[in-house]
């Protein structure tokens, strides 16, 4: 493609360049739509249901804060932050296998 700088707008391409079915003079066929095909794993039925079930859920779940609300106001949790980290690190490294031996 060229550009003419004297042009008022237009731009002069080569001619095999402006028909896509030609390329340097030889004719080619376009794909057909047949030959197209999309396959998506079942992988998607579950994207899809999780997305479904996090639409419809709610952003807050206002049950679990004033739970947890009330839990920390009478000093269950969160008076002692070295045993709260303690239980948050150990959480961390737990493997499933090690939770059920115990």
Not at 27 to 33: D, F, G, I, M
Not at 64 to 74: E, H, I, P, T
């Amino acid at each position: 493609m060229k550009i003419d700088p004297y042009s008022t707008g237009a731009i002069a391409t080569q001619p095999s360049l402006q028909d896509p079915t030609t390329a340097r003079g030889k004719e080619r066929t376009a794909p057909s739509a047949s030959d197209d095909h999309v396959s998506l794993s079942s992988d998607v039925d579950v994207v899809r249901a999780a997305t479904a079930a996090a639409h419809g859920s709610p952003e807050i779940r206002q049950d679990v804060v004033d739970r947890m609300r009330a839990v920390l106001k009478s000093g269950q949790v969160g008076s002692d932050p070295d045993r709260l980290a303690d239980a948050i690190i150990n959480s961390w490294i737990e493997t499933p296998s090690s939770e059920k031996q115990s």
